[in-house]
């Protein structure tokens, strides 16, 4: 799996600020457990049979997890050329950048 999609917390917070989604790609109890309050949650399980209902409007998108590493497949899915809908790429985070944007969206 190549990194090449990761970003840092910085990339995402001003990704935010120009209005980028944030899809969570974990699982429904691992979302239900806590989440950044603005993130979606669509499993990695349904990312590809989902797609064609989560338009993203033209805006970047960023997927997270708890890890990193289905973050990292997701944003390999949506960089695919085939894909449409509105996505702009694809971008991942993993739990601890979770906790550094959140932390940084309390200071702001």
């Not at 497949?73 to 809908?85: F, H, K, V, Y």
Request: hydrophobic share 45%; aromatic share 2%; with cysteine.
């Amino acid at each position: 799996m190549r990194n090449q999609n990761r970003i840092t917390p910085a990339q995402a917070r001003q990704l935010m600020q120009q209005r980028a989604i944030l899809w969570d790609v974990r699982t429904p109890a691992e979302y239900a457990a806590g989440h950044i309050p603005s993130a979606r949650n669509v499993p990695l399980d349904r990312l590809g049979e989902e797609l064609a209902n989560l338009p993203s409007n033209g805006h970047p998108v960023i997927v997270c997890c708890r890890s990193g590493q289905r973050s990292a497949i997701a944003a390999e899915l949506l960089a695919q050329p085939d894909i449409d809908g509105g996505l702009i790429g694809g971008a991942a985070l993993n739990a601890a950048d979770f906790v550094e944007i959140i932390n940084a969206a309390n200071q702001d």
